[in-house]
């Protein structure tokens, strides 16, 4: 069974820096791209970036391009989020994502809370 655990989140200063991993069993980590999601209050989930199965080729929302960086270990089976200079706008639950076609489904991890004070 799939299962994704994100981890890393906290309380920051405006400017401040987290890190953020998601720890993935039950399938096979390499095959599959990998996301990371994020929703603030009152507000629709978006998302933050991505990367695929390779990790050769990654993709970021416009708000976050320069200061966010994801990337991922096939070999442990995580995928991290690199975030800096936050913003308090970047505050919301971050989740770990990825699509399952042998499912035909998507997956979330439980989340993890980021809170970044001006």
């Known amino acids: 069974q799939v299962q994704l655990v994100e981890s890393g989140g906290g309380l920051v200063q405006s400017g401040g820096s987290l890190r953020l991993s998601c720890a993935a069993t039950?399938?096979?980590?390499?095959?599959?791209?990998m996301d990371w999601f994020r929703q603030a209050p009152g507000k629709e989930r978006e998302l933050v970036a991505r990367?695929?199965?390779?990790?050769?080729?990654?993709t970021y929302a416009d708000s976050v391009k320069g200061r966010f960086t994801i990337s991922r270990d096939n070999a442990k089976a995580t995928v991290t989020l690199q975030m800096d200079s936050l913003k308090p706008e970047d505050t919301g639950m971050y989740y770990c994502?990825?699509?399952?076609?042998?499912?035909?489904?998507?997956?979330w991890g439980q989340g993890t809370q980021v809170t970044v004070s001006s």
């Open positions: 994502h990825t699509y399952y076609p042998p499912d035909a489904r998507d997956y």
């Open positions: 990367i695929i199965h390779s990790g050769r080729e990654t």
């Open positions: 039950g399938f096979t980590f390499r095959m599959f791209a």
